[in-house]
């Protein structure tokens, strides 16, 4: 990892970054621990927002794309997790957690520009519009499982056309 940035080292950046991350997760287990009793999955969400934060820093200074989806999943998870948490909507949280996959991919796509990203968008973007019809019992099971084989036996047709034209 070359490079410094306002001459400090990359390195070092992510270090501080990396004890600021873990004094803030065992805070938000303190918290969880001493002040929100009712909610016991919290330090969880505030885990994966710590991960997330370092990952999504991380993956900027190396450029890699695997590190910035990895840690856009995880911001994106744990910000889900507070919303529903704090909002007692956890009847809907695969709502949540599947929109977080939908926007780590979109953001992916446009970050670091790979058509394989923008795939996955589609396929995730297309599940939460099943999985909402389901829900809310505009589609009968049956029809939600034809509906998905077909579109996922089209898509699998459109992923290998699409990388072996190239």
Known sequence: MRGRIQKVKKSVILEFVFVLNTLLFLTGIAL?????????????????????TYQILK????KLDSGFYLGTLLLLISISGFVFLFTHTTA?????????????????????????HLIICYLIFFVIMLSILFVFSLVSLPILIAISVLFLLLLVVITIFSFWSR
């Open 59 to 62: 993956s900027r200074f190396l």
């Open 32 to 52: 969880n621990i001493f002040l929100f009793k009712s909610y016991p999955s919290l330090w969880f969400f505030v885990f994966c927002f710590c991960v997330g």
């Open 92 to 116: 809907y949280s695969y709502l949540y957690i599947e929109g977080s996959f939908f926007l780590s991919s979109l953001l992916t796509f446009f970050v670091c520009g790979q058509r394989f």
